[in-house]
């Protein structure tokens, strides 16, 4: 506990000086004249015994006046904390929410499901995992959409991905065009460990850049991306982390492959939410810079404590004594 005032605590003395060498012919029963007291005492309708009862509890007046002042000084509790430590990276989710992503072809606890679905489930799992990251989501079809800045509040990310449904950016898939918007809002607000998850069925069919193109883009800025085509493989062949790729209804595995190779990322391909949190696990492996979190001090204050007993104490002299009340 410290006090945020401790000077005033020489102002405990006052009302003894004030008794000693203003006045020193006062009796050892005189209360410092205190400018409450002289105020009480000048009240109209004040008898003399009143004045009386007044000059009596002198303890209880040094009492008030020394939790008058303990209050001034502002008594306070504090508690060190520690932020987290800060990753420094910043991910960049870039989600296709085209309508081919309705497609039931993921599977949940033996249930198929859409691949939004199965991306918002996995998807959220890995938000509350990177603590420390800022991250951020874009949605696209059509049109690509910022639709959480980056941010340290994973609970709000989490929130805007499940609230994210099929058709609210258009009909089509413009790979290219949201790579190309990621690529220019990590420019403009991110850090060097700027890295961009691209989840999608695959299949570019619209917008003004290639997705080779918005690969490019991301090259040239040294934003790292990993590419994960979501859907059902049908080509028997196996992968990386023992993963089968294919083409599943669309999926343009090739074009996810370039954009992997191009930003120096990886290609992954998921059939159902249990191969999707594989992926997640092995992007959430990224190496990080850390730096120490920041130590600050959370503060509260006590000073009501003693300005209540104060109040208190000036209501108990200001009751009449049992002397008045026999008169």
Same mark, same amino acid.
């Given at each position: ?13 006052? =009302?003894?000086?004030?008794?000693? @060498? ?12 205190? =400018? ?23 303890? *209880? ?9 303990? %209050? %001034? ?14 990753? $420094?990276?910043? *991910? ?32 959220? !799992?890995?938000? !509350? ?6 991250? $951020? ?11 959480? =800045? ?40 991110? $850090? ?26 991301? %090259? ?5 991306? @990993? ?26 595995? %090739? ?11 990886? @290609? ?11 992926? @997640?696990?092995?992007?959430? !492996? ?6 120490? $979190? ?34």
């Amino acid at each position: 506990m410290t006090l945020a005032n401790p000077w005033l605590l020489v102002l405990l003395v006052v =009302p003894w000086l004030l008794r000693n @060498y203003l006045h020193p012919r006062a009796t050892s029963q005189a209360l410092p004249r205190l =400018p409450l007291l002289q105020w009480y005492r000048g009240l109209p309708g004040t008898s003399a015994s009143n004045r009386a009862t007044v000059t009596r509890p002198r303890r *209880l007046w040094w009492l008030f006046w020394t939790l008058l002042i303990l %209050a %001034a000084a502002r008594p306070q509790v504090t508690a060190e904390e520690t932020t987290p430590p800060i990753t $420094g990276r910043d *991910l960049m989710l870039v989600i296709d929410i085209s309508p081919s992503m309705q497609a039931q072809d993921m599977i949940i606890d033996r249930q198929a499901v859409s691949r939004l679905d199965a991306v918002k489930q996995v998807g959220r !799992q890995f938000i !509350q995992q990177r603590e420390g990251d800022r991250l $951020g989501l874009i949605v696209f079809s059509t049109t690509a959409h910022v639709y959480s =800045p980056l941010t340290f509040d994973h609970d709000t990310v989490s929130t805007f991905l499940d609230e994210t449904f099929i058709g609210m950016a258009g009909r089509a898939t413009a790979i290219g065009d949201a790579m190309g918007l990621a690529v220019r809002y990590l420019r403009d607000h991110a $850090g060097d460990e700027a890295v961009i998850i691209l989840l999608t069925d695959g299949e570019n069919n619209a917008g003004e850049l290639t997705p080779e193109m918005g690969a490019e883009l991301a %090259a040239s800025h040294g934003f790292k991306t @990993y590419a994960v085509g979501v859907g059902r493989p049908n080509d028997g062949q196996g992968g990386f982390l023992g993963l089968r790729r294919g083409d599943p209804g669309g999926v343009d595995v %090739a074009t996810l492959r370039t954009i992997a190779l191009t930003t120096g990322g990886e @290609y992954y391909m998921a059939r159902d939410a249990a191969t999707l949190g594989l992926i @997640y696990e092995e992007i959430n !492996q990224l190496e990080a810079i850390e730096h120490e $979190g920041e130590t600050f001090f959370r503060i509260t204050d006590l000073y009501h404590w003693p300005l209540s007993a104060a109040a208190i104490t000036l209501v108990v002299l200001s009751l009449p004594s049992r002397r008045e009340n026999r008169q």
